[in-house]
């Protein structure tokens, strides 16, 4: 029941958050041109900085278990890899397909990883969560570059060169990669610019959540419920399953497998709302995606790792 409990005092601040912004687009405290532009913010400013606070706090010299990197990063592209072959079989639109993909396979690993972690295993036992982050949230950023550009119809098919150079120019890229090398070299900041960029990083994700409350449309969920219980049933189990029952029989156990766990378990990232609305995909089905699978990880997190716990896995 701590975990219950833990998870949902996790995951209500976000859902009474998007309730606000809901509630302020009907109040007409905020209209569309604030919407459009907060989300240029969002994209170009907020969730870059955010991603390079949070990675250049991290300690990433860290030991390295490559046997968990190489699961990790082979699950996330095996399922990426399968997305693409199935899901433009079924969906029609391709912004709905980079939307889909992106809700899919991006778990909400930054913002949720780190303080799961430390609720199953205390500081000790948070270190493969701390190993995984800067990889993780690198390469899902490159990812939905990729899957959101590829997917773009408001351009004609790039070539994958300028593909490529449109994914190192991304901002999330950018703050990625610059909080890994600042990490990694050890630089620290100045304290004002440090305390600067965790202030204004730490924006992101609430002004995300108000911007997604605030262009939610009940009406529209009824014409993507069959995306949305696609997306639901793959993110939240049978990806969590498949991944999870490979972890097990490759040995992983205790700390390296809740690490797993979290990863796959996780909600869909806040953040992939912001690239499909500045991205040209559909971003009312990713932003749709998001909610559910947030509400719901309240319950999928807590059975699974009850089961993971009776098992004496984690």
């Not at 993780?136 to 490529?164: Q, T, W």
């Not at 378990?265 to 947030?294: F, N, R, W």
Request: aromatic share 10%.
């Amino acid at each position: 029941m701590d975990v219950f409990w833990f998870s949902f005092n996790a995951v209500m601040p976000l859902i009474l958050i998007v309730a606000l912004g809901y509630l302020l687009t009907h109040l007409k405290v905020i209209n569309s041109p604030f919407i459009d532009q907060a989300n240029k913010f969002c994209f170009n400013v907020a969730f870059p900085i955010s991603l390079f606070s949070s990675i250049v706090s991290l300690d990433l010299e860290v030991e390295i278990s490559w046997k968990l990197y190489a699961l990790v990063i082979a699950a996330i592209l095996l399922i990426v890899l399968m997305l693409m072959l199935i899901v433009p079989k079924f969906v029609k639109g391709n912004p709905q397909r980079g939307a889909l993909i992106q809700g899919i396979y991006r778990g909400n690993f930054l913002l949720m990883g780190y303080p799961l972690a430390r609720n199953f295993f205390g500081e000790a036992g948070i270190v493969p969560v701390v190993m995984l982050l800067p990889v993780v949230v690198g390469l899902y950023n490159f990812i939905a570059v990729f899957i959101l550009e590829y997917y773009d119809d408001s351009h004609p098919r790039s070539h994958v060169g300028v593909i490529a150079l449109k994914i190192i120019k991304n901002p999330l890229i950018i703050g990625a990669l610059a909080g890994t090398v600042f990490s990694l070299l050890r630089l620290e900041l100045p304290l004002f610019i440090s305390r600067a960029t965790k202030d204004l990083g730490g924006i992101a994700s609430p002004l995300a959540l108000v911007l997604l409350g605030a262009q939610f449309n009940w009406h529209r969920v009824a014409g993507n419920v069959r995306l949305l219980v696609s997306a639901v049933v793959v993110r939240m189990l049978v990806i969590p399953v498949l991944v999870i029952s490979a972890a097990i029989l490759l040995g992983f156990r205790g700390p390296e497998l809740g690490g797993v766990f979290v990863l796959f378990c996780a909600p869909t990232a806040i953040s992939s709302y912001v690239m499909a609305k500045s991205m040209h995909s559909d971003a009312e089905l990713a932003g749709q995606i998001i909610l559910i699978t947030t509400v719901l990880s309240v319950v999928t997190l807590f059975v699974g790792s009850y089961i993971l716990r009776s098992l004496q896995m984690i």
